[in-house]
């Protein structure tokens, strides 16, 4: 009796497991945004190349409010159609790879931080924390708005 009491909250807990983990958005989908997974100096030219804004998302994987933004505003229908057409937009964790160089080039200090560049590559401005869909396309309209 004690064994299939313990096997049926085994299924239980697998089905529960299972079924949350299904619901939940992929980082990047069909209709969110598209990042490019290539280098940042191939991101650079890529922008410059598509005379196109660059979106660097600056995270961490720890970063509980950078999972949020992966998965509740990157995913968005609206946001991916507004950034991929106007951003080549990539992802760095600040912690690996280019990453720390990056911090420090864009002076990284809290995570996400939302760092915007013209097509040349210059500096335009970042912001912090997380933002939802409506907000976040917001600040994406004021980057490209900027003269």
Not at 65 to 72: D, E, F, G, Q, T
Not at 102 to 127: C, D, I
Request: aromatic content about 14%.
């Amino acid at each position: 009796m004690k064994a299939a009491v313990i096997t049926l909250l085994s299924v239980f807990t697998l089905l529960g497991i299972f079924s949350f983990a299904s619901n939940k958005k992929p980082y990047t989908t069909e209709e969110g945004i598209q990042f490019f997974t290539g280098t940042w100096q191939q991101a650079l030219d890529k922008a410059k190349k598509e005379n196109k804004y660059i979106f660097l998302d600056a995270y961490a994987s720890w970063c509980g409010p950078c999972k949020m933004m992966k998965h509740k505003t990157f995913t968005e229908k609206e946001v991916g159609e507004f950034y991929n057409k106007h951003f080549i937009c990539i992802a760095v964790d600040m912690e690996k790879g280019e990453g720390p160089s990056l911090a420090n080039t864009y002076s990284v200090e809290a995570y996400p931080t939302l760092v915007f560049l013209r097509p040349n590559g210059t500096f335009l401005g970042k912001t912090t924390g997380y933002h939802k869909p409506k907000e976040f396309l917001k600040v994406g309209e004021q980057v490209i708005n900027t003269k």
